[in-house]
């Protein structure tokens, strides 16, 4: 996904690989932040409002429902759960701070260049 979101970013500079500008520069002339990173700012903001519902919300009950069968031999995919999970252990945060929505906006945001 980097990838091709660097492809892009030269794409729209006009530029190519064989011009050897590090793909940094082009995050700062562009002003954009990575991609991966601001989906993570946007699943942990919708994990914030999920959090901050009722716990008999249709979203919440969603949560306590156990799907039945197996997954496939093949690598499983990983569950919005363990990503989120993964999320908060990479910026070393808890589910309690969810409830200042104010105070929680800011630790997750990420800054564009």
């Known amino acids: 996904m980097e990838v091709r979101e660097i492809h892009m970013l030269r794409w729209i500079c006009d530029k ?7 793909n940094q520069e082009f995050r700062e002339k562009l002003g954009v932040a990575s991609l991966s990173v601001k989906m993570r700012e946007n699943r942990l903001r919708w994990f914030g409002h999920v959090q901050r519902m009722t716990h008999d ?25 363990e990503q989120i999970k993964s999320d908060l252990h990479e910026l070393h945060l808890s589910n309690d701070l969810t409830r200042d929505r104010a105070s929680w906006r800011c630790l997750i945001h990420v800054l564009d260049y």
């Not at 969603?62 to 499983?76: D, F, L, Q």
């Open 57 to 81: 919300g249709p979203v919440r009950r969603i949560e306590c429902i156990i799907v039945e069968g197996k997954r496939s031999r093949e690598r499983s995919r990983r569950t919005w759960e």
């Open 16 to 22: 190519t690989i064989m011009d050897k500008i590090r």
